[in-house]
């Protein structure tokens, strides 16, 4: 972990506002309710909730506790996986 204590993100949550509940008139704040409090990432700006790419860490919760089918909010990584290193490789 960083020194300034700051859990680094591997990833962020994106919004697609067409798939979100309040989108066809229900009330939802789900994902806002499931963000760790401390982070706060997602807050409700009437009727979306509005993710803060700053504060997101993309720990996924609010994806798993979305309410819509297919799910509103995905997980986008912050950069591509590298391929795994064999020992054959390095040697
Ligand atoms: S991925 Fe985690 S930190 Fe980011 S908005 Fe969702 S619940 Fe909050
Ligand atoms: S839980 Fe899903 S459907 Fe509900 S407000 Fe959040 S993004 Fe929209």
New binding site residues.
């Given amino acids: 972990m960083p020194d300034d204590g700051k859990v680094p993100?591997l990833?962020?949550?994106l919004l697609d506002e067409n798939q979100c509940l309040n989108a066809e008139g229900f009330a939802c704040d789900t994902?806002v309710m499931?963000?760790?409090s401390d982070?706060?990432?997602?807050t409700m700006k009437d009727p979306f909730p509005e993710?803060?790419q700053e504060?997101?860490?993309?720990?996924?919760?609010?994806?798993f506790h979305c309410e819509a089918s297919p799910k509103a909010?995905t997980?986008q990584p912050l950069a591509e996986p590298s391929e795994p290193t064999t020992t054959k490789d390095t040697a």
Wanted: hydrophobic letters at 50%; aromatic letters at 8%.
């Fill in positions: 993100a990833g962020k949550a994902c499931f963000c760790p982070l706060q990432a997602i993710i803060d504060r997101c860490v993309g720990c996924g919760l609010c994806i909010i997980w």
